[in-house]
């Protein structure tokens, strides 16, 4: 079984976060923006929970192509997208390495 870094859990939940906290500011259903990216469904409520898989409990690591395609459904500059999570997890890592 794969292990995760905190700082990889911590990517996926705040990317997550955004995600979901895009499409509801939408309107939008998490079917919508399934369908509009063309991915499935339960793969894109796991993603709004950080998750790539739900038996692994893998944290989420989406494919740039998925990224793009989230991006452009949610209206969203994909560089803002990321932005958090990317802070969050530049964070995290700086303080795994103050130990």
Do not use: C, W
Request: no cysteine; charged share 30%.
């Amino acid at each position: 079984m794969a292990e995760y870094s905190y700082a990889e859990r911590v990517l996926g939940n705040v990317l997550g976060k955004t995600l979901a906290r895009r499409r509801r500011e939408l309107g939008k259903t998490q079917e919508q923006v399934a369908y509009e990216a063309q991915i499935n469904r339960e793969h894109y409520q796991q993603m709004e929970y950080g998750r790539s898989d739900r038996k692994r409990n893998s944290p989420l690591n989406p494919r740039l192509s998925t990224l793009i395609k989230l991006s452009i459904v949610l209206d969203i500059p994909i560089e803002v997208l990321l932005r958090d999570a990317l802070a969050a997890y530049h964070y995290v890592r700086g303080q795994e390495n103050q130990f």
